[in-house]
């Protein structure tokens, strides 16, 4: 039961946000630069340490939970193939999108294509990705805090219990985060970053405790599920059959690179527009993956692993006990039986730092989108500062409005991270092209865009194809088949706009050699003020070493915590020597002013 000293926690934790909300509202006021890019003041720590909180919502350690259940340890790949495309992001991406100087990547579309093509697609973007696809994203957190909130106040799992949890949890960061901008977003996402990491690393401490430690955790699993069962493997088990096999394949091979914000758009690019210039914005970049592969997960896992011992055939739909019914319940039912008064308030409190943590983001993010890119773009170009903001705080009310309604149709969280990642599918190679190759044009995202929607939502009613990988060796070919075609049949952008854009974001010469020589460069350094060095290095090594240092640290800590020494120390020193090379290989500072 919730204490009267939890209470007091997570009342306290309340007040406070809205406290921030108030305090920072004046200077969020003030324009659009402020209420949705901090005036682009932003330190690296501070704006990675917001990029890290905000992908930490209510919903990712039980989303977690429900994939160890069903998969094992492997069954994190469904995420952890996405460390490819995080340092993709850190090493080709981060510093291009700083030297944009926009307000949000949907702005990008004007800044890299020109005509009417390019005004449809930065309106489509804004609205398509600012209301229906940044809903279902909230709308999946808001379900995982509606869960908590139930089993937490035992609450009747009603609709009508749902509709009130849900209006409670929005009205919270709702308000908090119309006041306060995205000072307030990022400033609460540091306490919040404590305060998640603390109550997940305790609660793993004392759960494996209570249950004997991880050797225990080893006996009981193989007495409950056999000596055969792959819980623990890292990598799925290929005897299985050939669907593990296509499925991993998948991941490693296709979903990183194919799914939308390959690139780093979206509220990542947000915080790199925020950070104060270029190295800072790929110090941020590379700090978030660091902390989000290597330093959050195994809490989450080992909880997850207690919670198959603790309540054996977890997730299955004919449990005698409903709740346990769905797998990703395992994790507050944990919370409930094993954590003391105090501390049970911390974690209560740090999972409703969370949500308003990822809310308020997706609130500002969707609110960005529906106002710089299409209220003030296309309906009132011309404003007062001032009016844009008043705009922005009833864009962020709105959005709020359909995201809670949105969550009241879900039921399961990983089966809506499955859904927005098919959604999304074969649009990734067109974003990291349009950087690194002059004949991308409007068309090719807006046809990218509607073949992986049509065809998205389609495979997902055939009966037949309700694997996920299935799914996406069918929508990622079509999609990619579709805007490649129309690229070629399409008129290219213009080469007055081309050469606008290459001149002030410098892209890598490959794949602009025409636009190039039409301003008669010498080398891809001519006219380039860069307050940081390059390195020599190319940024395709730094990306391979960047991905060897993530997974190996990954690994070693994982296997280090099962008790898997060997091969733990194994994998750390191999995550030494990649990290001390990545290191080398930073850009360094050429003059003090940072």
């Not at 996405?82 to 800044?111: H, N, P, Q, Y």
């Not at 049970?344 to 960005?368: C, K, V």
């Amino acid at each position: 039961m919730i204490s009267a000293i939890d209470w007091a926690i997570i009342i306290g934790y309340i007040l406070f946000a809205l406290g921030l909300g108030i305090y920072f509202s004046k200077r969020a006021g003030k324009d659009m630069n402020e209420f949705f890019i901090s005036g682009r003041n932003l330190p690296w720590w501070l704006a990675g340490t917001s990029m890290v909180a905000t992908t930490f919502a209510a919903d990712t350690p039980l989303a977690v939970t429900g994939l160890v259940v069903e998969d094992g340890i492997a069954g994190n790949w469904l995420w952890w193939n996405a460390v490819l495309s995080g340092m993709l992001a850190t090493f080709l991406f981060a510093r291009l999108w700083r030297r944009s100087e926009i307000i949000t990547d949907v702005e990008f579309t004007e800044l890299r294509y020109s005509g009417p093509s390019a005004s449809f697609l930065r309106g489509f973007r804004a609205l398509y990705i600012g209301l229906p696809i940044n809903c279902i994203t909230m709308g999946w957190v808001i379900l995982a805090m509606q869960k908590i909130v139930v089993l937490t106040l035992n609450l009747p799992d009603t609709a009508s219990t749902k509709v009130i949890v849900v209006l409670a949890c929005l009205l919270i960061a709702g308000i908090y985060c119309a006041l306060s901008g995205f000072w307030g977003v990022v400033m609460t996402d540091i306490v919040q970053f404590g305060m998640a990491m603390v109550g997940s690393i305790a609660l793993a401490i004392i759960a494996v405790n209570k249950i004997g430690g991880v050797g225990v955790i080893k006996e009981k699993l193989t007495d409950i599920y056999g000596a055969e069962n792959q819980i623990l493997n890292f990598t799925p088990d290929f005897s299985a059959g050939k669907m593990a096999i296509i499925t991993f394949g998948v991941y490693l091979g296709m979903q990183w690179w194919a799914s939308n914000g390959v690139d780093g758009s979206g509220y990542i690019a947000q915080r790199m527009f925020a950070a104060k210039n270029e190295r800072h914005t790929l110090l941020a970049t590379l700090w978030f993956n660091i902390a989000h592969y290597t330093l959050r997960p195994w809490p989450w896992i080992l909880v997850a692993l207690v919670a198959m011992v603790v309540y054996p055939n977890l997730g299955d739909p004919n449990h005698a006990n409903p709740m346990l019914q769905d797998p990703e319940a395992g994790y507050p039912l944990l919370m409930l039986e094993y954590l003391p008064v105090g501390l049970l308030g911390l974690m209560l409190t740090a999972f409703l730092a969370a949500f308003m943590s990822t809310i308020d983001t997706h609130l500002n993010w969707g609110a960005s989108y529906l106002v710089n890119d299409f209220y003030k773009r296309f309906l009132k170009p011309e404003a007062e500062p001032q009016h844009y903001v008043a705009i922005s705080r009833l864009a962020v009310i709105l959005i709020m409005i359909v995201a809670g309604v949105t969550s009241l149709f879900m039921d399961s969280i990983a089966g809506a991270w499955k859904f927005l990642i098919a959604l999304n599918a074969g649009i990734g190679l067109v974003q990291i092209l349009r950087w690194y190759w002059w004949r991308i044009n409007a068309w090719s995202e807006i046809s990218a865009m509607l073949a992986a929607l049509v065809v998205s939502i389609v495979v997902f009613t055939l009966p037949q194809t309700n694997e996920f990988a299935i799914q996406m060796l069918i929508i990622v070919p079509i999609s990619t088949v579709v805007w490649v075609v129309v690229t070629f049949i399409t008129e290219p952008v213009s080469t007055e706009t081309l050469t606008k854009f290459y001149s002030k974001v410098k892209p890598s010469k490959i794949g602009w050699m025409l636009i190039a020589a039409e301003i008669k460069e010498e080398s891809d350094d001519t006219n380039r003020q860069q307050t940081y060095a390059e390195t020599r290095t190319p940024a395709l090594v730094n990306w391979i070493v960047g991905v060897i240092f993530i997974y190996t640290f990954l690994f070693s800590i994982g296997k280090l915590l099962l008790g898997f020494t060997a091969i733990g120390l194994s994998f750390l020193s191999i995550a030494i020597i990649s990290g001390y090379i990545m290191y080398k290989n930073l850009p360094r500072e050429k003059r003090t002013d940072d």
